[in-house]
């Protein structure tokens, strides 16, 4: 928090984020941890997508929605 890109980022705003994280981690994630080790993801060529348990995309879209995918760790 001391470096100028972080001056306008309170502690309170950093504690909230990590309550939030670890909530989605807990409540979105960690639930289905087993299955997904069961069935790792699939690249499929045809499609050129990769195949995922449904509940990861679901996780993912919540991680999402709580504005992770745009925090940069630099």
């Not at 504690?15 to 080790?37: M, P, Q, Y």
Request: charged share 30%; hydrophobic share 40%; with cysteine.
């Amino acid at each position: 928090l001391k470096a100028p890109r972080f001056e306008h980022v309170s502690r309170d705003i950093i504690s909230d984020s990590l309550v939030t994280a670890k909530r989605i981690a807990e409540v979105k994630f960690a639930t289905h941890d087993k299955k997904n080790d069961a069935k790792e993801p699939v690249f499929d060529p045809a499609t050129g997508r990769v195949v995922i348990n449904p509940e990861v995309q679901e996780a993912l879209e919540v991680y999402r929605d709580a504005g992770f995918f745009r925090f940069c760790l630099q």
